[in-house]
């Protein structure tokens, strides 16, 4: 899974049903400190829980039946989920869901997966509670360190960029100060990437750039900021990444929203990273 803390793998099996079609199976907490459930009642599936589980889903289907070595990296280049038909979480008990995994486009170098995309699609018995899917480069460890080299870990906190005071947890709908991600006030088009490299779920383990999920749920963060509405939860999104960002760098998120949809664009150092593309926005249940 890539995960170093077992409370942050939500997986927990992957087997092959065809040439090109894989079932995996799910556990989902019954509390989690980022996905919730916070209290006793029940809560939304989320866009943030929901691509969590499409990612680590896509990442053992390589390792397990892809012949993808441990110790590769693996490059997201996009990631996009549904969530179907207002799905909800218990709070009374973990989920232990199905996974239904199909692998399009793969190209093998050697045996060995190089690039490959993946349709998922997350189901509660016969109720289907999201769909979802991306692209993906598996890499060789020596070569992506060839690329990375210089950039510093997580770990190396004064080689970092400062972190810019964060925004309120009530403002951005975030669980608590340790988890809000973006700086500003209610109502701006342009907020800032405020990283905490100690958080325990953002960064499981040391990385020398900002994970994917972290741009998500930033781009969540800014998209409540600017509606002034901690609640507001969309049920179709898009992530695009150009480039790793940097932590090293000051990050821009500039919102931009207009006819029920909302994207949100992460500029460092004049250069666009990745945009978050969202639609179908609604004020989440409890």
Do not use: K
């Not at 309120?168 to 490299?197: C, E, I, K």
């Not at 480039?243 to 666009?272: C, K, M, W, Y």
């Amino acid at each position: 899974m890539h995960r170093r803390q077992l409370t942050e793998v939500l997986l927990t099996a992957i087997e092959r049903t065809s040439e090109t079609t894989f079932s995996a199976g799910v556990h989902w907490p019954r509390r989690h400190p980022y996905f919730g459930p916070y209290g006793p009642e029940d809560v939304d599936v989320t866009p943030a829980l929901a691509l969590e589980t499409l990612r680590q889903a896509a990442i053992a289907l390589a390792h397990i039946h892809l012949n993808v070595p441990l110790g590769y990296a693996f490059l997201m280049e996009s990631m996009h989920v549904e969530i179907v038909g207002g799905a909800r979480r218990s709070a009374a008990q973990p989920g232990n869901h199905t996974v239904d995994i199909e692998v399009s486009d793969l190209v093998e170098r050697r045996g060995i997966a190089a690039t490959y995309g993946s349709l998922l699609t997350i189901r509660d018995g016969d109720t289907v509670l999201a769909r979802g899917g991306g692209g993906a480069r598996a890499i060789p460890a020596p070569v992506y360190r060839r690329s990375r080299e210089g950039a510093p870990s997580s770990s190396e906190p004064e080689r970092l960029a400062p972190r810019p005071a964060p925004a309120s947890a009530a403002l951005v709908g975030a669980p608590g100060p340790d988890f809000v991600l973006v700086t500003g006030q209610a109502g701006g088009d342009r907020y800032q990437l405020s990283l905490d490299v100690d958080n325990p779920v953002y960064f499981d383990h040391p990385l020398d750039h900002v994970p994917g999920m972290v741009v998500l749920e930033a781009a969540l963060q800014a998209f409540r900021a600017r509606a002034a509405e901690p609640t507001l939860t969309p049920d179709s999104v898009t992530v695009d990444f150009a480039r790793h960002t940097e932590l090293t760098q000051p990050v821009v998120i500039d919102v931009v929203a207009a006819d029920g949809e909302a994207v949100a664009t992460f500029t460092q150092n004049g250069s666009v990273n990745s945009r978050v593309r969202a639609s179908r926005f609604r004020q989440s249940g409890a």
